[in-house]
């Protein structure tokens, strides 16, 4: 009996020693982290993303957007945006496209461009024919080099464009710079930034081109500014010596 007695209180340590050294059951053993799924705000930026992605079905991940660079989300033409009651408006799905170098947004009808703060690794960006309350947010795109906003100026409409450009003092990378008709009167700016060699800045309301004498240009477009003195980037050619050969200025600077 006490031979008997003995081997169940061993069996019984046994089982308790099992229970605490073996790896318990967790219930989160089966909890694998799930993908995150985009529930796009905006119909149209969806859409876009869809057919950039060429997937028109199914769920797009954060791990999905993750792995896109370039992004074109434009409008061919006014037509076309206004067939789309203005097309995108809300662009803060982008947020979760954190590797994208390539952005374009032409003629929709953004207002707020924060979103666009957190792409860092935007080396280019176009958003013409969209008229953005506030291009601040973009002072955080260090990459950039080729940036183009033009028709952004409609003041019968109550767009007046952007007279102020600061916020690209720190695009120290920056070498393509075209604002056609876009409100831009200083353009202090673009002389501290080194790289720049294209500069398409006509149908504006610039009256000091002086910053430009800074760059080393190859190519610009200054017609239709309300320019009266061009003395601080003649002769051009001593001026900038590397212009293009075929280069001829669209306006009557000598």
């Known amino acids: 009996m006490k031979k008997l007695i003995t081997v169940l209180l061993t069996f019984v340590l046994l089982l308790q020693l099992s229970a605490c050294t073996g790896k318990p059951q967790s219930s989160d053993s089966s909890q694998i982290d799930e993908p995150v799924i985009i529930n796009f705000t905006d119909l149209y930026l969806e859409e876009g993303i869809r057919a950039a992605m060429n997937k028109s079905t199914g769920d797009i991940t954060v791990s999905d957007a993750e792995m896109v660079t370039v992004l074109d989300l434009s409008n061919k033409d006014?037509?076309?945006?206004?067939?789309?009651?203005?097309?995108?408006?809300?662009?803060?799905?982008?947020?979760?496209?954190?590797?994208?170098?390539?952005?374009?947004?032409?003629?929709?009808?953004?207002?707020?461009?924060?979103p666009l703060s957190t792409l860092t690794q935007l080396s280019t960006l176009t958003f013409n024919g969209v008229r953005a309350k506030d291009l601040s947010p973009l002072k955080s795109l260090t990459n950039m080099v080729t940036l183009g906003f033009s028709w952004s100026y409609a003041p019968d409409q109550g767009h007046y464009g952007y007279e102020n450009i600061d916020f690209m003092a720190d695009m120290k990378k920056l070498e393509v710079f075209e604002a056609r008709n876009a409100g831009i009167k200083n353009i202090t700016v673009l002389g501290e930034l080194p790289k720049l060699w294209s500069v398409f800045i006509s149908d504006n309301l610039i009256t000091d081109v002086s910053p430009l004498a800074k760059l080393d240009l190859k190519e610009?477009?200054?017609?239709?500014?309300?320019?009266?003195?061009?003395?601080?980037?003649?002769?051009?050619?001593?001026?900038?010596?590397?212009l293009w050969t075929d280069f001829e200025p669209d306006v009557n600077i000598e």
């Open 78 to 114: 006014w037509d076309t945006m206004n067939a789309k009651n203005g097309g995108i408006k809300d662009i803060s799905d982008l947020k979760y496209f954190t590797n994208l170098t390539e952005l374009h947004l032409d003629l929709n009808d953004i207002q707020d461009f924060s």
């Open 220 to 242: 610009f477009s200054l017609a239709n500014n309300p320019i009266t003195d061009y003395s601080s980037i003649t002769p051009i050619r001593e001026v900038f010596p590397n």
